[in-house]
């Protein structure tokens, strides 16, 4: 096991790539391009703040988000590869039939209540500090039991998990075997029950996309291409877009979200209400930005069953009889009359 990664600065990398990405649609869209590649000025809880080195030369723009959690988180799941499938034998449901000493033949027809153990495993490459959002405190992943790490991703990302599922193949099943047979008078058999038990391992990937507030922020007098259309209305803070405004000042806007922005890209968002109908702005930029929210995570599910199985019947003679006698439980020996 490798070293524990604070989700926090899973977060950060995350931010940094969609405001590299946010950075090249802003460019695009206002022309001289931003050639110098941002960095993480400060990162905080409050104020997540990403903006190039030097200013100057991207006309002191930051990115500047307000972290807010996840959304389209999912598992994706692998081929699932057999390990083992040994056969066992379940001693506890071993029963010995006796009828060495009996005047009559020996019939049996019984029921039994077999037990048939299950398990379930995960495990993680590495393990995650949660160091921020609603659910700091404590780590995931390693190796557990059971399904203590699909629980805690799906509380940490919000991904919906199959908790039937998980509870069945962590649970030892529990079924009817039925045992009918005869020994003759002078015979004994031993009825064992061989289940073969499959180890199966599968290989997950956790895929949750961040999201919440973001805003972009620059120096007044930049802008004055398309962007500009974005330049009004209640998500826009800053003087009318143009060449020709003083310096020192500050334009912003504002979006709740990376779906947010992806209406106002494409002209759906009444927010904006100086976008003009020209068509979307730069819409080939969404699904860079989108994809550079997605954090990544992985592991293995390992699985072990016994499988349902009946059960055989071997003669047994002389001292091997009695030595069966000896270790098998009192129930598990019938003897005739």
Same mark, same amino acid.
């Given at each position: 096991?490798?070293?524990i990664?604070?989700?926090?600065?899973?977060?950060?990398?995350?931010?940094l790539?969609?405001?590299e990405?946010?950075?090249?649609w802003?460019?695009?869209?206002?022309?001289p391009?931003?050639?110098?590649p941002l960095?993480?000025?400060?990162?905080?809880?409050?104020?997540?703040?990403?903006?190039?080195a030097?200013?100057?030369?991207n006309?002191? =723009?930051n990115?500047?988000?307000d972290?807010?959690?996840?959304?389209d988180?999912?598992?994706?799941?692998?081929a699932?590869?057999k390990?083992?499938d040994?056969?066992?034998? =379940?001693?506890?449901?071993? %029963?010995?039939?006796?009828?060495?000493?009996?005047?009559?033949?020996?019939?049996?027809?019984?029921?039994?209540?077999?037990?048939?153990a299950?398990?379930?495993?995960e495990?993680?490459?590495?393990?995650?500090? %949660?160091?921020?959002g609603?659910?700091?405190?404590?780590?995931?992943?390693g190796?557990?039991?059971?399904?203590?790490?699909?629980?805690?991703?799906?509380?940490t990302?919000?991904?919906?998990?199959?908790?039937?599922?998980?509870e069945?193949?962590?649970?030892?099943?529990?079924?009817?075997i039925?045992?009918?047979?005869?020994?003759?008078?002078?015979?004994?058999?031993?009825?064992?029950?061989?289940s073969?038990?499959?180890?199966?391992?599968?290989?997950?990937?956790? &895929?949750?996309?961040i !999201?919440?507030?973001?805003?972009l922020?620059w120096?007044s007098?930049?802008?004055?291409? #398309?962007?500009?259309?974005? $330049? &009004?209305?209640?998500?826009?803070?800053?003087?009318?877009?143009?060449?020709?405004?003083?310096?020192?000042?500050? $334009?912003?806007?504002?979006?709740?979200?990376?779906?947010?922005?992806?209406?106002?890209?494409?002209?759906?968002?009444?927010?904006?209400?100086?976008?003009?109908d020209?068509?979307?702005?730069?819409?080939? &930029?969404?699904?860079?930005?989108?994809?550079?929210?997605? %954090?990544?995570?992985s592991?293995?599910?390992? #699985?072990?069953?016994?499988?349902?199985?009946g059960?055989?019947?071997?003669?047994?003679?002389?001292?091997a009889? !009695?030595?069966?006698?000896?270790k098998?439980?009192a129930?598990?020996? %019938?003897?005739?009359?």
């Amino acid at each position: 096991m490798g070293d524990i990664i604070p989700l926090s600065y899973l977060v950060r990398q995350r931010q940094l790539a969609c405001a590299e990405a946010l950075r090249a649609w802003f460019g695009d869209l206002n022309p001289p391009p931003f050639t110098q590649p941002l960095t993480t000025r400060h990162w905080t809880r409050n104020d997540q703040r990403l903006a190039p080195a030097d200013g100057d030369p991207n006309w002191n =723009l930051n990115v500047v988000f307000d972290y807010n959690g996840f959304e389209d988180g999912d598992i994706s799941r692998g081929a699932v590869t057999k390990i083992s499938d040994d056969i066992e034998t =379940l001693p506890d449901d071993t %029963i010995l039939l006796d009828n060495r000493r009996g005047a009559a033949p020996l019939t049996v027809d019984l029921t039994r209540s077999v037990t048939f153990a299950q398990s379930r495993e995960e495990s993680t490459d590495t393990k995650m500090k %949660i160091d921020i959002g609603s659910k700091v405190g404590g780590t995931i992943g390693g190796e557990a039991e059971g399904g203590t790490i699909s629980a805690e991703i799906s509380a940490t990302f919000g991904i919906e998990t199959d908790k039937g599922e998980i509870e069945r193949e962590s649970s030892d099943r529990t079924q009817t075997i039925h045992l009918a047979t005869g020994v003759p008078v002078g015979s004994a058999l031993l009825a064992t029950i061989s289940s073969p038990n499959l180890v199966t391992s599968q290989p997950f990937t956790v &895929h949750a996309d961040i !999201d919440g507030p973001f805003r972009l922020e620059w120096a007044s007098g930049l802008t004055n291409g #398309r962007f500009a259309q974005l $330049c &009004h209305g209640p998500r826009y803070t800053g003087p009318p877009p143009g060449y020709n405004q003083p310096d020192g000042q500050t $334009c912003a806007v504002h979006f709740t979200g990376f779906d947010d922005w992806a209406e106002a890209v494409n002209g759906y968002n009444v927010d904006f209400p100086g976008k003009a109908d020209d068509g979307p702005l730069e819409a080939e &930029h969404i699904a860079l930005v989108m994809a550079a929210r997605a %954090i990544e995570w992985s592991g293995t599910v390992r #699985r072990e069953a016994q499988q349902t199985a009946g059960y055989e019947f071997a003669t047994v003679s002389g001292p091997a009889v !009695d030595a069966y006698a000896a270790k098998l439980p009192a129930g598990n020996v %019938i003897s005739g009359a």
